[in-house]
């Protein structure tokens, strides 16, 4: 039972394009979030939801819409596709926003923009 | 600012011997501070995290980190390696006054235990 899934797991694309990743968690988690994780390996936050609602919006183009349909769900939808938005982005889920519990992250999904 | 140091890229080790891996980070407060591990073309998975109380916490694995206030370290510890060690280890902070959840991260660094 995989308790944090991304799909896809690859994406190939070419600059331009409009693109959606899915994330779903089981855990039963109230808190959700995207990370960017660049060619170096490093990691950065992009957006956090709590019950749906955005509570972490960092300095991320606004070509990058998280939405939050339900609290197992967060989506990231990129548009205009650039060839730095080649990456690898993970999503994550946590009890909730404010006690310290670790995130627990899906596999990934490898973005590459040609 | 909040920021999190890996001063080393990369730690090489033999099967058998201790390891660190070191982490210093720069917070205002007093931070929650987690470890995780990344191996290759996966997610990350937690280790251990510091919230209070005992500066030696132990985590997963036979993983153990010692938290010193005074010099602002969190360094990730093994007493003997193994060659399943090997993979990206990254330390992340938290405000505790953060509401959001956000983590900050080093840089990672690449563990390599050799038989």
């Known amino acids: 039972d995989t308790a944090v899934s991304q799909t896809p797991k690859y994406l190939v694309t070419q600059m331009g394009n409009d693109k959606s990743i899915k994330c779903e968690q089981n855990?039963?988690?109230?808190?959700m979030y995207w990370y960017k994780q660049d060619s170096k390996k490093f990691l950065k936050i992009m957006f956090s939801y709590n019950n749906k609602e955005l509570i972490i919006n960092e300095t991320v183009p606004n070509r990058f819409s998280p939405k939050s349909p339900d609290k197992a769900h967060l989506n990231l939808h990129i548009n205009s596709l650039e060839l730095g938005d080649s990456a690898v982005y993970f999503c994550?889920?946590?009890?909730?926003?404010?006690?310290?519990?670790?995130?627990?992250f899906g596999p990934g999904t490898r973005l590459t923009v040609t | 600012a909040q920021s999190v140091a890996q001063p080393e890229d990369q730690v090489n080790v033999a099967e058998g011997n201790p390891l660190t891996v070191k982490c210093t980070y720069s917070v205002s407060g007093n931070p929650y501070l987690f470890w995780y591990v990344q191996y290759p073309n996966r997610g990350l998975q937690f280790l251990l995290k510091?919230?209070?109380?005992?500066?030696l916490v132990k985590g997963s694995y036979g993983f153990e980190a010692e938290f010193n206030k005074s010099q602002t370290s969190f360094h990730l510890k093994k007493p003997s390696a193994l060659v399943s060690d090997s993979a990206l280890y990254f330390c992340a902070v938290r405000d505790r006054s953060n509401q959001g959840g956000k983590l900050i991260f080093g840089q990672g660094t690449e563990l390599s235990v050799k038989p």
């Open positions: 510091y919230i209070t109380g005992d500066n």
């Open positions: 994550a889920s946590s009890q909730g926003p404010v006690a310290p519990e670790e995130q627990y």
């Open positions: 855990l039963g988690h109230d808190t």
